[in-house]
């Protein structure tokens, strides 16, 4: 397959090894670069008509996809992504002559830097082309936070009318039904979602035309504000230029930001499916993890919990690369910060463990997973939360004596509890059924 970029991108595969700088960068650059060539040839026309087409087909083609061989680079990497932009400015250079030679029969030098390149800098094409395709993964991910919104919530409508034990510091505490449950995990993940499309706005803004410095060095003002134009129309995104163009090449927080987001959701994420891992433990039981796979190349009669394993993994991996690009982003120097690279492929992994996460949870979990009524049940009796509920009824110090009286008595289902409770305390059985009913026992007292 012939190869469209040049020396530089050579010389950089020598420098830094081969690798990929991913199909949704590319097509974010692609896109960023046939912005600048029509606002060029909008505002000086040195492009012949048939030379113009040729270049713009050539970028199509960057973002279309159909030239990805051409990007061998690794996204870690020095010079702040300027060996990512010769490469782009390479391959559309090379593939426009090769059109243009295959339209026409004549050969034209069409240059990487003063054609393709014009006006532009690695410094603010480089952090545009990296907004563009963050905001569409931000887009991404809030479209899938809603989705696992949903399921929470239609959980937490499927299972209001089951009472199990609810606990707190890890003991039996009080009655809670499993929707209430499902409905404390729908909370955070609807702040995550809130918390997404706040960050939309936060991060839309791009240094086009800012140049090297954001300065807008040798960059014509039409040139500037025809550039903003035609990528918002391209991308079809509501990206807006930075008023302040110094300050968005130079410091890069709205990408800790977003890192911060990112790994608050990795956070809640963790603290619900730990709460699973324990619902679903042979501790617990109550929860029954879906068997998808063997739990033991040695142990036949065993399920693992692989799904949630391997979204708590995934979420400590999405923390850590947040702290990472933290890291980086505080680390600019002056003018630039030279690690945008390192930052776009920690976000680039952000955004494939955080699909995998969420897939694999209203996928492969949520629908799957089942209940064991029974044990729900047992554990509700045998942990006596129930005495809790006759508090208004009985004070505090009878049921700590009612406690060690039925204790003593292991009851094994709710029929059996209600009996002992009947009989220890002179309540009639519509008076407990009353108490113990969900609408009572899990929810705010009545007058």
Not at 244 to 266: C, P, R, V
Request: glycine share 8%; proline share 4%; with cysteine.
């Amino acid at each position: 397959m012939k190869k469209h970029y040049g020396k530089e991108t050579a010389r950089a595969l020598e420098n830094f090894g081969s690798g990929f700088i991913g199909r949704d960068l590319i097509r974010a650059y692609g896109e960023v670069k046939k912005s600048c060539i029509y606002s060029i040839q909008d505002s000086e026309a040195p492009f012949d008509r048939d030379v113009f087409r040729c270049i713009v087909q050539a970028a199509d083609e960057v973002i279309e996809g159909s030239l990805d061989h051409d990007f061998p680079l690794p996204l870690e990497q020095g010079g702040a992504g300027t060996s990512i932009n010769m490469n782009i400015n390479e391959v559309i250079s090379n593939r426009a002559m090769e059109l243009f030679f295959k339209k026409t029969g004549e050969k034209i030098k069409i240059d990487p830097i003063s054609d393709i390149n014009s006006h532009q800098s690695t410094n603010d094409t480089f952090p545009t082309a990296l907004t563009v395709m963050l905001y569409r993964h931000l887009c991404e991910a809030e479209s899938l936070v809603i989705k696992l919104q949903e399921v929470l919530i239609s959980g937490e409508r499927k299972y209001g009318g089951i009472l199990m034990a609810g606990r707190t510091e890890m003991q039996d505490a009080l009655p809670i039904t499993l929707g209430q449950v499902f409905s404390s995990w729908a909370g955070p993940i609807e702040r995550d979602r809130w918390r997404f499309n706040k960050l939309k706005e936060r991060i839309r803004l791009t240094a086009l035309g800012g140049t090297a410095i954001g300065t807008c060095f040798s960059a014509p003002r039409d040139y500037i504000f025809l550039a903003e134009k035609y990528l918002r129309e391209f991308t079809g995104l509501p990206l807006s230029r930075s008023q302040n163009l110094t300050d968005e090449i130079s410091n890069q927080d709205k990408w800790s930001e977003l890192a911060s987001g990112y790994g608050i959701f990795a956070g809640n994420i963790f603290k619900m499916t730990g709460d699973l891992l324990i619902y679903s433990s042979s501790m617990t039981g109550e929860i029954l993890h879906p068997e998808l796979q063997y739990g033991s190349t040695i142990m036949a009669a065993k399920t693992n919990p692989v799904i949630l394993e391997f979204s708590r993994g995934l979420s400590l991996n999405i923390e850590s690369a947040s702290a990472r690009i933290m890291e980086f982003s505080k680390n600019g120097q002056l003018q630039l910060n030279p690690f945008l690279p390192f930052i776009a492929a920690s976000f680039i992994e952000i955004h494939d463990w955080i699909k995998k996460i969420v897939s694999s949870l209203i996928e492969s979990f949520f629908p799957l997973m089942t209940l064991d009524n029974g044990r729900i049940e047992r554990n509700l009796v045998r942990s006596n939360v129930l005495l809790n509920t006759l508090l208004p009824a009985l004070g505090y110090y009878r049921i700590k004596e009612l406690y060690h009286a039925i204790d003593k008595k292991s009851p094994g289902s709710m029929e059996e509890y209600k009996a002992l409770v009947k009989e220890l305390t002179g309540l009639r059985a519509e008076e407990i059924d009353k108490l113990f009913d969900p609408l009572h026992s899990a929810a705010p007292g009545r007058s």
